[in-house]
């Protein structure tokens, strides 16, 4: 739930015009000097790949979570979570597969406060949660002190209510519209395959049902 509100939060702020298109390479954030790793499938990694879960990392996150060698458990456990993500080899061309990939989810995090100058709890509560009236919220930090955006926001469950509804009013909440229809078309659209009757958007899960 965390990541797809994270990715909510970017389509807000793409609706205000302050986030770079999705086609942005991610290194573009960063100091390729202090990067590991770095190939041309790194350079070609976009943001669009985060939300979509194809950033082609060496990311094995289908162990249970206890076990060592998940990687999300090894980046939880280090101090910067961004540096551990970033510096990891690539596997595969962005774009090419889906790897379910909590890292890919917090480079957002730390994007977004590149790109806007805000933290991205600071902005959701001032153009996204506010105009929901959704007033109770706890964000989880990492070490750093950015937010958790790969599992660590906590709502209410009537105001998560509120997002869903959001978009099935197409981005609009009471004459106000807080993302655009084609934000969330684009969400909700498949990027990705994942398996069989399962398929991936900008961080939601998209299941087909029999009519």
Excluded at 5 to 33: C, K, M
Excluded at 59 to 72: A, F, G, K, Q, T
Excluded at 138 to 162: S, V
């Amino acid at each position: 739930v965390t990541k797809t509100i994270t990715s909510v939060i970017i389509g807000v702020a793409s609706a205000r015009n302050e986030f770079p298109d999705l086609s942005t390479p991610i290194l573009h954030f960063f100091d390729s000097r202090q990067i590991k790793n770095i190939d041309e499938r790194k350079r070609r990694m976009t943001i669009r790949h985060l939300l979509t879960m194809t950033a082609g990392f060496d990311w094995n996150e289908n162990l249970h979570y206890s076990d060592p060698r998940n990687d999300c458990s090894v980046m939880e456990a280090s101090f910067d979570w961004v540096q551990y993500v970033i510096d990891k080899p690539m596997t595969l061309e962005p774009g090419q597969s889906f790897n379910y990939n909590s890292g890919a989810s917090q480079l957002l995090a730390y994007i977004f406060r590149k790109a806007t100058g805000l933290d991205i709890e600071e902005y959701a509560a001032k153009y996204f949660f506010s105009p929901l009236g959704i007033n109770h919220f706890f964000w989880k930090r990492t070490p750093t002190g950015l937010c958790d955006t790969e599992g660590g926001l906590y709502l209410a469950a009537e105001d998560l209510a509120k997002i869903y509804y959001l978009f099935l009013m197409d981005g609009n909440w009471n004459g106000q519209q807080l993302v655009t229809k084609e934000w969330v078309k684009a969400s909700v659209t498949p990027a990705i395959s994942v398996g069989r009757g399962v398929k991936y958007g900008y961080k939601w899960w998209l299941h087909e049902y029999d009519a």
